[in-house]
């Protein structure tokens, strides 16, 4: 068979390709690397390029066809662009192992209102600093924040160092970092919810397969 054909034919079966997508740092912990692994194990030769961008960022690169797929936090999107919710997750509250707090299995959300907060940078363009802002909100309090960043890592470091706590998705327990520990929050509607997006005319088969390996790594 000419190799043409077969190069078309292995492209038309979304063997075949480049696909690439934005994520949030906060979904880094689970659902984009387990997916990734995943796809690349049944697809190898289709070349994943993943972008580290805020919801918003996400949101206005796939209406300028800048990345094929966005996990972000859901909200009201372009009539252009598919959103399918894939995960709710519980968020927790990562503190300083010598933080009080520490020494308790739960806490509740009222506990935090005079506490300073690490979050996601202030702007709504971010899927993680809007959902801390609506729990807090919901909880009867504004948080102070004490110190902004997107990097999980540095974020997880200012809370090391007594510098404030953080809320995060239940994931980032994953991630080991000495003098942090994780508590659960109460209420249980603490939490944060991912999606997936992308633009409704750009539906090609390698998507498609990617969009079904992130669904079923997801259980949904």
């Given at each position: 068979m000419d190799l043409g054909v077969q190069v078309t034919q292995r492209a038309s079966r979304g063997e075949i390709g480049q696909i690439i997508?934005?994520?949030?740092?906060?979904?880094?912990a689970d659902i984009v690397p387990l997916s990734i692994q995943t796809y690349k194990q049944q697809y190898p030769d289709v070349h994943i390029v993943a972008k580290e961008m805020s919801t918003g960022e996400q949101l206005q690169a796939l209406l300028e066809q800048r990345i094929d797929l966005g996990f972000i936090v859901p909200r009201k999107v372009d009539e252009s662009l598919m959103v399918e919710t894939i995960l709710r997750e519980p968020l927790v509250l990562a503190v300083s192992e010598t933080?009080?707090?520490?020494?308790?299995d739960q806490v509740q959300l009222q506990q935090l209102q005079d506490e300073p907060f690490i979050l996601?940078?202030?702007?709504?363009?971010c899927g993680l600093y809007s959902a801390v802002i609506r729990v807090c909100h919901q909880a009867g309090f504004t948080p102070e924040v004490s110190?902004?960043?997107n990097e999980t890592q540095l974020m997880l470091g200012f809370v090391a160092a007594g510098m404030g706590?953080?809320?995060?998705p239940n994931s980032i327990r994953r991630f080991r970092r000495d003098g942090v520990?994780?508590?659960?929050?109460?209420?249980?509607?603490?939490?944060i919810v991912l999606a997936i997006a992308w633009p409704i005319t750009n539906l090609c088969p390698t998507l498609e397969q990617f969009l079904q390996v992130v669904r079923d790594t997801a259980n949904i």
């Open positions: 997508l934005g994520f949030e740092g906060f979904s880094s933080h009080p707090l520490a020494s308790q996601g940078l202030n702007t709504d363009q110190q902004v960043t706590i953080a809320l995060l520990v994780y508590r659960s929050v109460q209420p249980s509607t603490a939490e």
